[in-house]
């Protein structure tokens, strides 16, 4: 398949996992590339697995929660290639806490990387979107939809780019920019490898909370996704959250 030749895609979180997977499935299906993440070192890892030998793609480091720098980053993607077809928010951030513990500066934190830092990437990706008809992929969550035990800033952040998506969705249906999202249940990466719990959490109920049905996917099982709800294969898809969950939620 080769559904983005001459389409100009910008993946957020593009350092590992999803948004990795993401970056290597666009790439492969013809997509000029732009590679964003505040993680220089992973970025590089990636350009290196895309393996870029004609010049389709480039990684620009950027911290999603800064609007300057949002601003700038979507500026270079556009100058580079004359535009900007897809925008696929994937750049995240987990933590578990009691709720009673929860830090009002972690709270910020998760909120200001998963929901600001997607709305950020959307505001300044809209008008060049809608020059191009384009596309937008946002990063939602089961948690978002069944709540995580311990994970009420998370839950939070996903719940609100879910609505976020949804109302992005509405006021630009006419205008001819789509926008949806995916929910993955747990994907293993880096993000669920590195987490750390409570000391008083409840692993069992959490990992109960979370389990598939399906055997576990890879990052891989989301990207086939997005990519399917960022083309023109989607069409007629805008507004919607598609669970990748492997039936958690049944
Ligand atoms: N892995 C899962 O089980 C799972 C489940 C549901 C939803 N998700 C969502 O999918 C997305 C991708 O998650 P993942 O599992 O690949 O995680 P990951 O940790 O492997 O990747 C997230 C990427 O976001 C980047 N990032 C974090 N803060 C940033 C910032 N301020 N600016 C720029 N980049 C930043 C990180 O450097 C990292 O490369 C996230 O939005 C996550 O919430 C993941």
Not at 7 to 29: D, N
Not at 101 to 127: F, Q, R, S, Y
Not at 194 to 203: K, S, W
Not at 210 to 219: E, F, K, R, W
Request: charged share 20%.
């Amino acid at each position: 398949m080769n559904r983005f030749a001459d389409k100009v895609a910008l993946v957020t979180g593009a350092a590992g996992g999803i948004g990795r997977a993401c970056a290597v499935q666009l790439a492969s299906e013809g997509a000029r590339l732009c590679c964003v993440d505040y993680d220089a070192g992973g970025l590089e890892e990636t350009m290196a697995l895309l393996d870029d030998k004609d010049g389709r793609m480039f990684a620009l480091t950027c911290d999603v929660r800064d609007e300057a720098q949002v601003v700038e980053t979507i500026k270079r993607c556009v100058d580079h290639f004359g535009g900007l077809d897809v925008l696929v928010n994937m750049a995240g951030t987990l933590r578990f806490d009691m709720a009673v513990d929860l830090k009002l500066e972690d709270w910020a934190n998760v909120l200001a990387i998963n929901l600001t830092g997607t709305m950020l990437m959307c505001k300044h990706a809209l008008p060049h979107l809608e020059s191009s008809s384009g596309s937008i992929v946002n990063a939602a969550s089961t948690a978002a939809h069944a709540g995580i035990p311990y994970g009420i800033a998370y839950a939070a952040s996903k719940g609100g780019v879910l609505a976020m998506t949804r109302s992005i969705a509405m006021e630009y249906a006419k205008r001819g920019v789509r926008a949806n999202t995916v929910s993955p249940g747990h994907i293993a990466t880096g993000m669920t490898d590195n987490v750390t719990f409570p000391e008083e959490a409840d692993i069992d109920f959490l990992f109960q909370r979370t389990q598939s049905i399906l055997p576990p996917a890879d990052p891989k099982g989301v990207a086939s996704m997005v990519a399917l709800l960022a083309s023109e294969e989607a069409f007629h898809i805008t507004g919607q959250d598609v669970l990748i969950d492997g039936g958690t939620l049944g």
